[in-house]
Each structure stands twice: as C-alpha cells, then as structure tokens.
C-alpha cells in the first residue's frame, strides 16, 4: 500500500512541510502535492492519488475557512459539505440541489 498524500492549493501553504521533508516518500512515508486553487484542481488531484497510490489523503491549507475561532493549526474533520454554487435552475432543479443525486449535502 502506498503513502500518504498531502494536497495543498497554494505553495505558500505547503512551505512549512517542504522545509521539513525529505522530498523522498518513501523515507517521509508521505508526498507533498500543489493542487492549485479551486474544487475542480482539488477533485483533480484526489483523483491522481490512484495514481499515485495513496494510502489516504491530507488536504491542508485555508479551505475558505472563516469561522471566527479558528485558529492556525487547528484541524477540521469534514463530515459533510456543500457545492454553494450549484445552480441547475434553469433545467428544473432547485437552486443548490446537485441533479439526479439523492443528497445535495
């Protein structure tokens, strides 16, 4: 089984694990990889980590994160999310429902 996978759009949120990796996987026992910035860079890069063969993944960085008592170095478990802009209106669907999906959350 592969190692971990440690995703982050922007270099600037990566820098600290750079400077403390050994840039080989196989001796950190992770791999650090730039996404780039929005939802469809980060499902593209969940997506590579087949390629890659992942173990599980770490996404790091902000992720829009601006609740007021969040603080640097606080870890989030995501247990369900929203696509807030999800807009099939115009085919029938209600604003923010994902179509044909039994959940939009």
């Given amino acids: 089984m592969g190692h971990i996978n440690v995703i982050g ?50 996404a790091v960085g902000t992720a829009g994160g601006l609740a007021p008592g969040l603080t640097i170095g606080d870890v989030i478990i995501v247990d369900r999310a929203v696509q807030h802009d999800v807009d099939a209106s115009p085919v029938g669907f209600p604003r923010g429902t994902i179509p044909f999906e039994p959940e939009s959350r």
């Fill in 9 to 58: 759009a922007m270099e600037e949120e990566l820098a600290g694990l750079r400077a403390v990796s050994s840039k080989n996987p196989l001796r950190d026992g992770f791999a650090i990889r730039h996404s780039g910035v929005g939802k469809v860079n980060a499902a593209l890069a969940v997506a590579r980590a087949h390629q890659w063969d992942a173990r599980c993944i770490i």
